[in-house]
């Protein structure tokens, strides 16, 4: 038997129902059509399939439906409003995307990164991608995509991602 | 020779794909629907040998499900691998089996309205297997009497039977190794044990497939050549070619393992055909690593040396474990051998190779194609005979290594070339320099608990599978280019990228030579329909054969653009040039010199248009008639901790000659994602078997099959890549390869470091911290 529940994606209110087994990631890129979470092993080992909820990462493959109910979720799809956010093009300016399949589970997590701390450490760079696997780029492009759009951020008059959400 | 200033050749770019990767709406085969699909699953054998006594599907079809069982399957044979021509070619499965002979193998399939009701479905099948004895031992398969996983195969519509389970086998020699071995002055003969590693591409494998009302199909899915998938599903299931259309999605990493058809995809079909509805098949993780990895070998090799540092013989022994079934394990032994004998110049040699079934998951070609197992051998070999003869291992390999005018094999030993580019020695030398080679001291220099070592080696790659005779490998592309009424131009390619961004490549290529903006290349979306043949991304040839086509296109278009706008602007042909305009935002064709007569593309094409002349459009399909090689070497420091026995890299400087530089970003990615995959083969990779169970130890699970994460990876300013500065005659625009040369070399060359650091050569596959430890316990026990 489902139940309702009621989340917002991306700035939008949702209103679905949804088995009491069923995984975030299934609704998301199902019901929801936002296929821009990947889903790379289903249980948690691979990092594609990372969303913010209420502005913490998650995996989605390991969350139910349920446990959403009430909260906000940003995936890759609402990770910019209009145009490119900062991190997303410094991931193409550095050549950080090779197959891309990696690419939004990288994005959110630098975003959620940036959000934390405006100057991380490489050190910090890596710790937080960490649990994301590249099996293109050997994560070089990548960690140095995510340190020039730290910087732009800094550099330039660039309102707090934060506030983008 | 004055250097060509490029427009766009060179430039550091937006890939065109990136905007819609980078906002996750590019789709993968993954991300595609279709309405009133339904999920397919596979049933999948728990045995590593066995024969399918019985199988009754009616409690699943009761849930309202469909089946799929190998009775109701094709009984055709074939390889799933169509790179070769029909006689080099092994054919030895069928879409489902009834003797399954690796624990994953697919004995049925079913689909339903929900993956959950799928799988519910293939829970409800019941299957009686007699097990028989599991060969998980490719020595032990190959004695005399064990039982035979193949009775034969089909080469080219011959049936040839099957010996002690040797699936294949090649033998070569040249010169006379007696002889040869007889005139060195040192030899050194070691048994090299590679690991069997799995790809890890991060989009499982995948298939959707759509059966039609013309009884043809549409078909989606992980592949490397969207052609040859059509041409097998044609060959097993005898629909016209016309009547199969195969389309692209983006793809997410392959790295080789989808050169060959996806073992699921004729199941796919068959599920669609049979469910008279769309069906989309996509693999968990688990399955998709019981269903491919990587070639597994053997590898004896002894060289002989003077002490002049000459190398006067060489002999190489190979057994690979192919598992149970051939993807072309036979090129594979041909390749192995070329990339042997293009390494260095070796006047006696024999070589043998012998391909052998086992019960494991078939392996298949993983960047490199048997070269980064062969390199490995090779490039720690010649470091141990250079210390033998007191020699500088850089000069060593100087001294003997094939280059410029040399004989190049590219694709075995039907598929050779002469080499007409070669930066080998400049990326040795700069490469020693900016590491400081000759500061890193002796092994027994070394003290402490954590040491450092340098250690270098030396690869490259082939670019294509092309030679001047046709060999054994098909290898052309295609290309089409048309210029729309508004100056912007289509480019239409069979040819597929996994990620490395040849789309990149080829659009810059293009308007290069049409003097266009790169923003006007549109790369369409293309399928087997609206595309000439091309016949797999792999070999790294996408620059150079598939690139070369784009160009060969753009080329006659050019020509015609020009003969139109000779006559709009009332001179020779000859007179004109074109280049792109940002005023514009066009291609201006003008004449040099002489101010105020030119037009756009845009205009051209829009007067051709209105005055009837047709579509200035080209399409061609083309062979290179050669496989230039493209350089690439790595020194690299690591550290060893030699009570955890954790090798950690410090330094890398990585160099390459792939000719012309066309996207440097992206070819500086090669060589970051060549390394991240070469020191995972060399420390961290493996799958490895249950002997009871003939099952992976890891099940399928990432969680025990290491790879490389971000934080295992060296400081952005401590990886240094250069390329050197060559041109390749035959390539576009000079260019060459990288994918696979920028993997090649790296395990050799961390392995050479780990000597340097604590003084102990490792022969077997990954070197991971319980085999240093160890080994270093043994050491000092002396
Ligand atoms: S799909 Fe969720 S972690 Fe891999
Ligand atoms: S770009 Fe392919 S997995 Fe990261």
Redesign the interface.
């Known amino acids: 038997m489902g139940e309702i529940i009621e989340f917002t994606v991306n700035g939008l209110k949702r209103r679905i129902e949804v088995e009491p087994n069923e995984l975030l990631i299934n609704v998301i890129r199902g019901k929801l059509g936002l296929t821009g979470t990947k889903y790379g092993c289903g249980i948690g080992e691979c990092g594609s399939c990372t969303v913010l909820i209420d502005g913490e990462p998650a995996l989605s493959c390991l969350t139910l439906a349920i446990e959403v109910d009430g909260r906000e979720i940003v995936t890759i799809e609402g990770i910019a409003e209009n145009e490119l956010n900062h991190i997303q093009e410094a991931f193409l300016d550095q050549g950080a995307v090779q197959c891309g399949f990696c690419t939004p589970g990288m994005i959110i997590m630098a975003k959620y990164l940036l959000n934390k701390k405006r100057n991380p450490t490489e050190k910090e760079i890596k710790e937080h991608i960490k649990g994301n696997l590249c099996r293109c780029t050997g994560y070089i492009n990548i960690i140095k995509a995510i340190k020039e759009a730290a910087e732009k951020m800094q550099n330039s008059n660039v309102k707090a991602i934060s506030k983008e959400l | 020779m004055a250097k060509k200033v490029f427009s766009v050749i060179g430039k550091?770019t937006?890939?065109k794909?990136?905007?819609a990767?980078?906002?996750?709406?590019?789709?993968?085969t993954?991300?595609i629907?279709l309405p009133n699909m339904l999920y397919g699953r596979v049933l999948k054998s728990p045995y590593p040998h066995a024969r399918v006594r019985s199988i009754d599907v009616s409690e699943a079809e009761k849930i309202g499900a469909i089946c799929l069982t190998f009775k109701e399957t094709p009984k055709v044979k074939y390889n799933e691998r169509l790179v070769s021509v029909p006689e080099a070619t092994y054919k030895d499965r069928t879409v489902l089996t009834d003797k399954p002979l690796y624990v994953g193998e697919p004995v049925a399939a079913v689909a339903a309205e929900t993956e959950e009701k799928a799988q519910r479905a293939l829970e409800l099948i019941k299957v009686e297997y007699e097990t028989l004895e599991p060969l998980m031992d490719p020595e032990e398969a190959m004695k005399p009497g064990k039982p035979l996983l193949h009775e034969s195969v089909v080469v080219a519509d011959r049936v040839v039977k099957v010996e002690n389970n040797v699936a294949c086998k090649l033998e070569i020699s040249e010169g006379n190794i007696e002889k040869g071995f007889g005139e060195a002055d040192v030899v050194v003969e070691r048994e090299y044990k590679t690991n069997r590693r799995y790809?890890?591409?991060?989009?499982?494998k995948t298939v959707i497939c759509k059966p039609e009302i013309d009884g043809g199909v549409t078909v989606w899915c992980t592949t490397q050549s969207i052609h040859n998938t059509r041409i097998l599903l044609h060959q097993i299931f005898g629909i016209p070619l016309s009547k199969i259309n195969v389309k692209k999605a983006?793809?997410?990493?392959?790295?080789g393992s989808s050169i060959q058809t996806n073992t699921i995809v004729p199941i796919c079909v068959a599920l669609a055909l049979k469910a008279r509805r769309p069906v989309k098949l996509?693999y968990?993780?688990e399955e998709d690593m019981h269903d491919h990895c990587c070639y597994q070998v053997i590898l004896r090799l002894k060289l002989g040396a003077k002490r002049n540092g000459l190398l006067t013989a060489g002999e190489m022994h190979v057994i690979v474990d192919i598992g149970g079934h051939q993807i072309q394990a036979y090129p594979l032994l041909g390749c192995m051998a070329g990339w042997w004998v293009s390494l260095y110049k070796i006047p006696n040699l024999k070589y043998k190779g012998i391909a052998v079934y086992t019960n494991k998951v078939p392996s298949c070609a993983m960047r490199g194609f048997g070269n980064p197992q062969v390199t490995w051998a090779v490039e720690t070999l010649m470091d141990e005979l250079a210390e033998k003869i007191s020699m500088d291992p850089l000069e060593f390999k100087l001294k003997n290594y094939v280059g410029l005018g040399d004989i190049f094999w590219g694709q075995g030993p039907t598929v050779k070339s002469v080499i007409t580019s070669c930066g080998v020695e400049e990326i040795l030398r700069k490469g020693a320099e900016m590491v400081g080679w000759n500061k890193r001291g002796e092994p027994r220099e070394k003290r402490g608990r954590v040491r450092r070592g340098i250690g270098m080696a030396r690869g490259f790659h082939t670019s294509g599978a092309g030679g001047p005779l046709a060999g054994q490998t098909v290898d052309y592309s295609g290309a089409t280019v048309k210029v729309n009424e508004d100056g912007t131009i289509d480019y239409l390619t069979a040819l597929m990228d996994?990620?490395?961004?040849d789309y990149d490549t080829h659009a810059k290529i293009i308007a290069e030579e049409l003097g266009v903006p790169l923003r006007n290349i549109n790369v369409v979306l293309t399928d087997t329909r609206s595309t000439v043949y091309d016949v797999c991304t792999h070999a790294s040839r996408a620059t150079y054969v598939g690139g070369a086509a784009a160009l060969k296109a753009a080329r006659e278009v050019k020509g015609k653009l020009l003969e139109y706008a000779s006559r709009v602007l009332d001179v020779n042909p000859n007179a004109l040039k074109i280049k792109p305009d940002e005023e514009t935002g066009q291609g201006v064709i003008y004449i040099e010199g002489v101010p105020g007569k030119s037009l756009t593309i845009g205009e051209l094409a829009s007067l051709a248009r209105h005055k009837n002349w047709g579509t200035f459009a080209a399409t061609v399909s083309l062979r290179q008639v050669k496989c230039p090689p493209h350089f690439t070497g790595y020194f690299v420091e690591v550290e060893v901790d030699t009570e955890t026995g954790v090798v950690k890299p410090l330094r890398i400087v990585a160099g390459a000659d792939i000719g012309t530089v066309i996207?440097p970003?992206?070819a500086?990615?090669q060589?970051?994602?060549?390394?991240?995959?070469g020191l995972s083969m060399a420390l961290h990779e493996d799958t490895p078997y249950n002997p009871e169970s003939g099952d992976l130890t890891n099940k399928g699970?990432?969680?025990d099959y290491k790879?490389?994460?971000?934080?295992d990876?060296v400081?952005?300013e401590d990886?240094k890549v250069f390329f050197v500065d060559t041109h390749e005659p035959t390539g576009p625009f000079g260019a060459k390869g990288i994918g696979e040369g920028a993997t090649n070399p790296v395990a050799a060359a961390v392995v050479n470091a780990i000597y340097n650091a604590i003084g102990v050569r490792f022969y077997e596959l990954p070197i991971t911290p319980e085999k240093i430890v160890k080994a270093l316990r043994e050491k000092e026990g002396k």
């Open positions: 550091r937006w890939r794909d990136g905007v990767k980078v906002t996750g709406k590019i789709k993968f993954h991300d629907s790809h890890l591409q991060l989009e499982t983006a793809l997410g990493g392959s790295f996509v968990s993780r996994c990620g490395q961004g996207n970003g992206l500086e990615g060589m970051h994602g060549g390394f991240a995959m699970f990432i969680t790879v490389p994460t971000a934080a990876m400081d952005v990886f």
